[in-house]
């Protein structure tokens, strides 16, 4: 199978014009839908959005491909976008993308099709081969491009797989490269193994990129590609013997304990595309630690290693946490919020009595049953956020441990602090009684996941909690609430506005996380105006931006005023990331100008007394803020703020 016989004429669009990447990735699916190569548009779409979720599938150099495997897909197929001023896609070198191939993947067995795409991605490397996609005039051509280089490469495969079969019968195999060159030994001898969450397109890339880096410094090298048609190329016992070192370039997990006691370099699959030359000169080194058994999977040491270490991976760790936390905080703040809605409608305030009145929320018959089902789903959250920290530390057996420890810090006093300090703590005890029952009998030692974890782990757990958070941490969280219920007007507005300009500082990073977190740490300890100014200030940057757009088109290149109308749907969304291509593009003014304005909001938001009982929604859920009409007025008035700004400072473009 080739290339061509996936791609129809119909499904090839030479001069498409998105306006952003959403837009983008739907063009690429009506083209795909031509092709009849899937029955449910609608469902294969959101596959294909859900897989750009995982990470981008912009490789770079101006090129995506976009991929989506599901039961919508009734035949393999491809769809082609030549896109001559360039889309922002978050490509992993930050540059516009101009030559898109989205990929439809059927949900079976036969993967025959797997190996055409990963030859399609290897192609797309070729920055001639690229250059003349983009410059085809009919699809014809563009068809007899592909098919020209295909069949070169088809040829290359074969050579490469017969003098592969050749070197492996020989007694001391030696690299192709270094061997057509006169039979100099390899400098290095490496291994390497690539995946990536569907295995379609990034494993390959990697793979290529990385014997070819090899290849340059004359090195060995053989890369095993755990792809969606399984491992291919797979590495022996005796080559990693042999092996110098060991480069794992994954976003999923793979089997590593074969690689103990080996030099091995574990990064991210991206990292194997884009730095395979810094990645080769390590193993060169030898710059890499040595690998045992038992250690974190690939996926999780790709995730930490090289970016930030022990603070990175608390960071990851509560992250899993808090995204595991927020759909109970989502839904039932919200119906919590219904219920004061609804009694506030429904009764007489200055009728009711002292008592009623700390009732409120469950007077009327309608608001009682709101109140009550997101009062359950509120006394989740705590459980919820430690057991999933402890998960994301030491795997299953840490949820249980980490979920008595969060409900006990739920039920006394130490709340959200304690529940924290319980995901933690019942992590890591996990791993030091895996550790301790590693020297029991195996007999024994197969009963710990269903009877040593639990038992010893919930044992320790509850004492921990019992007599060493509950107290200190129980006596901070009071002093912090009384805190903040006690501040007055003046140290409000600060609150307000530091909370929602730490929102616009890197916009959806470390600084905006933990603003977030505060957020919804607040509304558990019912401190409902902090989560108000910690959502608009995350509103105003991508209103402002797509305000600014509009305002001042002289100060924003064609791209930046085409996508900037779209921010505002992603600013009243709550979705702050929409602002990043922007800030990206200029930080020095645009950030500062946003941060700005989001202080300004947020402080305003603090001044009018607005509240909110749900960490999410943006405008949707506007209709449950307190003092809503004024929220509103905070919120166009920081959106204002920052686009006054943004014209102010940024520069004219030619």
């Known amino acids: 199978m080739k ?14 014009a998105p306006a952003g990447k ?76 101009n030559l898109l191939f989205l990929i439809a993947a059927p949900n079976t067995k036969d993967n025959v099709h797997l190996d055409v795409l990963s030859r399609l991605s290897v192609l797309l490397m070729d920055e001639k081969f690229s250059d003349n996609l983009k410059q085809a005039k009919t699809a014809e051509e563009f068809l ?27 007694a001391d195999t030696e690299n192709t490269a270094a061997s057509a060159e006169g039979g100099a030994a390899p400098v290095c001898r490496i291994l390497a193994v690539t995946a990536c969450p569907t295995g379609i397109a990034h494993t390959y890339m990697a793979a290529e990129s990385l014997e070819k880096a090899a290849k340059a410094k004359n090195c060995f090298v053989k890369v095993e590609t755990r792809g969606s048609a399984g491992a291919k190329n797979v590495v022996t016992a005796k080559e990693i013997a042999e092996a110098d070192c060991i480069i794992v370039a994954a976003d999923t997990k793979v089997p590593m304990d ?60 509560l992250m899993n946490g808090v995204s595991h936390m927020l759909p109970f905080v989502v839904g039932g703040g919200i119906l919590i919020a219904i219920a004061f809605l609804l009694d506030s409608i429904g009764v007489d305030m200055a009728s009711l009595s002292a008592a009623e009145r700390e009732n409120f929320g469950t007077i009327t018959p309608a608001a009682a049953v709101f109140k009550n089902i997101g009062g359950v789903a509120f006394g989740f959250m705590l459980p919820i956020l430690a057991g999933y920290i402890a998960m994301s530390i030491a795997d299953r057996p840490g949820l249980a441990v980490g979920f008595i420890g969060g409900a ?31 020297k029991l009998p195996k007999a024994i030692e197969k009963l710990s996941p269903v009877l040593l974890f639990p038992f010893f782990g919930i044992l320790f757990m509850g004492l921990i909690m019992t007599f060493l958070v509950e107290p200190p941490i129980g006596a901070l969280n009071t002093a912090l609430n009384a805190a903040l219920e006690g501040m007055g007007s003046t140290s409000k507005l600060v609150l307000g506005a530091l909370l929602a300009g730490m929102m616009a500082i890197d916009m959806g990073g470390p600084f905006n996380k933990a603003a977030y977190v505060f957020g919804t740490a607040s509304i558990i300890e019912g401190n409902y105006a902090v989560m108000a100014a910690v959502m608009i200030g995350g509103m105003v940057p991508p209103c402002a931006i797509a305000l600014a757009t509009l305002l001042f088109k002289n100060k924003f290149t064609k791209q930046e005023r085409e ?3 779209t921010n505002f749907i992603m ?22 100008s ?58 004219k473009v030619a």
């Open 571 to 592: 600013g009243l969304a709550f979705i702050t990331e929409g602002a990043i291509p922007f800030a990206a593009s200029d930080p020095l003014r645009v950030i500062p």
């Open 563 to 565: 996508s900037g109308p």
């Open 594 to 651: 946003c941060i700005i304005g989001s202080a300004v909001a947020g402080a305003l938001s603090m001044a009018f007394g607005c509240t909110l009982m749900a960490p999410h929604g943006g405008i949707f859920v506007f209709p449950v803020v307190e003092h809503a009409l004024m929220y509103l007025v905070a919120l166009v008035v920081g959106t204002a703020v920052s686009a006054l700004l943004l014209g102010l400072l940024k520069k």
């Open 3 to 16: 290339i061509t016989d996936l791609l129809k004429k119909e499904s090839i669009e030479l001069n498409a």
């Open 408 to 438: 006990i810090a739920a039920n006394g006093k130490s709340g959200f602090l304690g529940a924290l300090a319980a995901g933690f703590i019942a992590g890591y005890l996990v791993l030091l009684l895996k550790k301790l029952f590693e």
């Open 22 to 97: 959403s837009e983008a990735l739907k063009l690429a699916v009506s083209l795909m839908e031509k092709s009849g190569n899937i029955k449910d548009r609608e469902s294969y779409e959101k596959q294909v959005f859900a897989r750009e979720e995982e990470g981008t599938t912009g490789i770079g150099e101006g090129i995506a491909i976009p991929h989506g495997k599901c039961d919508a897909v009734t035949a393999p197929g491809l769809s082609a976008m030549v896109i001559p001023n360039g889309v922002d896609f978050d490509s992993l070198d930050g540059e516009p993308v």
């Open 258 to 317: 074969r690689f103990a006691g080996k030099k091995v370099i574990v990064c991210q699959v991206s990292d194997g595309i884009g730095k395979a030359d810094k990645l080769v000169e390590r193993a060169i080194n030898g710059d890499a630690p040595i690998y045992k058994a038992g250690q974190a999977a690939a996926s999780e040491g790709a995730a930490s290693g090289d970016k930030g270490g022990i603070g990175h991976q608390i960071y990851m760790h």
């Open 144 to 170: 007899e491009i592909i098919d020209n280089v295909e069949a070169k490469r088809i040829e290359e495969e074969a050579e490469k797989e017969a003098q592969s079969k050749a070197d492996s019968a020989a």
